[in-house]
Structures are given as structure tokens and as C-alpha cells.
């Protein structure tokens, strides 16, 4: 158990819909990462927030966007779904944003868009 | 941009030493990871090597980093069916500004008794 929670562990929808995945990063750790793991794509970085600013981004589509709370747990939205959506997506934390700082993931949430 | 390149497949049987290779391609690639991934479950990271090394040593793990070549591996000494699984290499560098890591395609480890 790597201490990060994600909330829901699965999910169903429609396309064109819109959901919302939850993160919870170990205690005492201040940065949170999104990643989406797909047959098509792999594994593939989302965004980074520290602190609750954002402070970096990688492939994430405008659909998406994702927020970090005052309490340090990050949320991903994800609207207009499409098919392609469907993933599994990550969530890790670290202590720091510092690039020495080992990730722990969570046990992700799979989102499936019929 | 960055790219991380795995083996899609391997098979050993129990008690043998598994290999699994991976080749990147930025030069500024600082720290280097291999993570695990059963059925089902997220990624577990199993260990990590700076680029100053050349090998690490964990246990049954074995990281040998060829920089000159950005090959790195992974070493499985006595490999038992529980780490039937798939592996992720990833990099982490100066040119992604050390926020992401670029993973692999994953290679899939299957023990058989």
C-alpha cells in the first residue's frame, strides 16, 4: 500500500459525459501527478500540481483539467468523454515537485466511456 | 522528444534469471526507474539508478546502466511466478524539467512453474 488513495476505483459512463476522479496523496507529501494508462497510448503524463498551484503539464487534452485543494487531495475532470477516454489514470504524490523526489502511485481508477 | 523503448514480452521458467532491457533516447536523463505492475494493481517502484552509476545492486534486482549506449536493465536473479507482472522502465530529465516521468511500453514477465 503506497499510502495515495483514488476514488472511484471504477467507472462506467456515457459519452459526452462528465466525471470527476479523485485523489487523496500520501501524508505530508505536497505534489500530485495525473497519468493515464491506455492500450493506444501507454502510460503517459497528465499534469503536476505542488502546493496547489500548477506546476507542470504534459499531454492532457483541453477536456481535462484538474485542480489541487487547500487540503493537498487533486481532483482530474474529465468532460465531453469520448470513447478514446477510456483508461486507467493514476494518481502519484511525492514530497516535493524536485525531480529526486520518488512518486508513489496510487491503485488508479479505470474510466469506461460506452 | 522523449522516448523509452521495451521488449513487449518475456518468459522464463521458475528459478531462472530474467532480463529486461530498455533503451531511451534523452541524453539528459538524470534518474532512471523500473516499476512493476500486477493484474489489476498500480505501479509499485521497484528501484532507481542515477545516471552517475553504472549498476545497482537490490536484493534480487540487478540495474546495469550503459549511458554511453541509454541502455538500461533489469536483472532478476532466482525469478519466482509472483513477479509474473509487466515492468515499466521510465526516465526522468533535464529536458522535461524533472516534473515527469516518460515511461515504456511496459514488458510483460510471464514465470512458468
Known amino acids: 500500500d503506497s499510502g495515495v488513495t483514488q476514488t472511484p476505483k471504477h467507472l462506467i459512463t456515457a459519452t459526452g459525459q462528465r466525471v470527476t476522479l479523485r485523489c487523496s496523496p500520501r501524508?505530508?507529501?505536497?505534489?500530485v501527478y495525473w497519468y493515464q494508462q491506455s492500450l493506444d497510448q501507454g502510460l503517459q503524463f497528465l499534469i503536476q500540481y505542488y502546493n496547489g498551484e500548477e506546476r507542470a503539464k504534459g499531454n492532457i487534452l483541453e477536456r481535462f483539467s484538474a485542480q489541487q485543494f487547500p487540503d493537498l487531495h487533486s481532483e482530474l475532470n474529465l468532460s465531453s468523454l469520448e470513447l478514446g477516454d477510456s483508461a486507467l489514470y493514476f494518481c502519484?504524490?511525492?514530497?516535493?515537485?524536485?525531480?529526486?523526489?520518488?512518486?508513489?502511485f496510487g491503485p488508479g481508477t479505470r474510466l469506461t466511456v460506452l | 522528444g522523449e522516448d523509452v523503448e521495451q521488449s513487449l514480452f518475456l518468459s522464463v521458467r521458475e528459478g531462472d534469471s530474467s532480463v529486461i532491457n530498455c533503451t531511451y533516447t534523452d541524453s539528459s536523463s538524470t534518474y532512471l526507474y523500473w516499476y512493476k505492475q500486477e493484474p489489476g494493481a498500480g505501479l509499485q517502484l521497484l528501484t532507481y539508478i542515477f545516471s552517475n552509476m553504472d549498476m545497482k545492486q537490490d536484493q534480487r534486482l540487478t540495474v546495469l546502466l550503459n549511458k554511453k549506449d541509454k541502455h538500461l536493465s533489469l536483472r532478476i536473479a532466482d525469478t519466482q511466478t509472483g513477479d509474473s507482472a509487466i515492468y515499466f522502465c521510465a526516465e526522468r530529465g533535464q529536458n522535461t524539467g524533472f516534473q515527469k516521468l516518460v515511461f515504456g511500453t511496459g514488458t510483460r514477465l510471464l514465470v512458468s512453474p
Open positions: 502519484a504524490s511525492s514530497v516535493s515537485g524536485r525531480g529526486d523526489n520518488e512518486q508513489f
Open positions: 501524508s505530508g507529501d505536497l505534489s
